[in-house]
């Protein structure tokens, strides 16, 4: 069994008490995520960008702290089985963490110290992956019919960034804001927003 601590960037959950699955039952559920649409197209994308998804890229593991899933660059991405239940959750952190290693990809000089850098990945990570909409928000607790969706990126990316040592709370949000526009905007490498 594998210990996780928090990866470089991760999807964080609302665990309302729930327990995971075993390390063996959720990495079956990661094979089932890849006939996921969504999944498929961005591990085409990754591999028409240069990048090869090998089959070890993306594992279960216990994880330490209540977060979903990462991404660390040079090891890939990580699903916390002992935080999902079900195969949605498990496809969600799959999208969400995809696109954090397709961002990897296409940058090639992606700093995960720079707080702008991990800012501008989690904005386009929470946009495009779906993790804030309604459904999943009202699932949250948060109810609110107009804006919830960018308010709820942004609250999910300070979230995030709280994680990374070399971003205060006061250079997290500067960095978020200064990047949003550009992040929010950039849909690569899908058309628009799926």
Known sequence: MEDAAAPNSG???NLGGKRGRSIEECQDMIQRSFRNPIVKFLMEQMEKSGC????N???AVVCTGPVAGGFT???GITVCSNYLTIQDEVNQVVIHELIHAYDECRAKNLDWTNCAHHACSEIRAGHLSGDCHFKRELLRGFIKLR???QECIKRRVLKSLRGNPYCSE???KDAMEAVWDTCYNDTKPFDRAP
């Open 11 to 13: 999807s964080d959950l």
């Open 52 to 55: 090869r998804v090998g089959d």
């Open 57 to 59: 890229f993306i594992k």
């Open 73 to 75: 660059k040079g090891r």
């Open 147 to 149: 804006g919830h969706e």
């Open 170 to 172: 006061v250079a997290a």
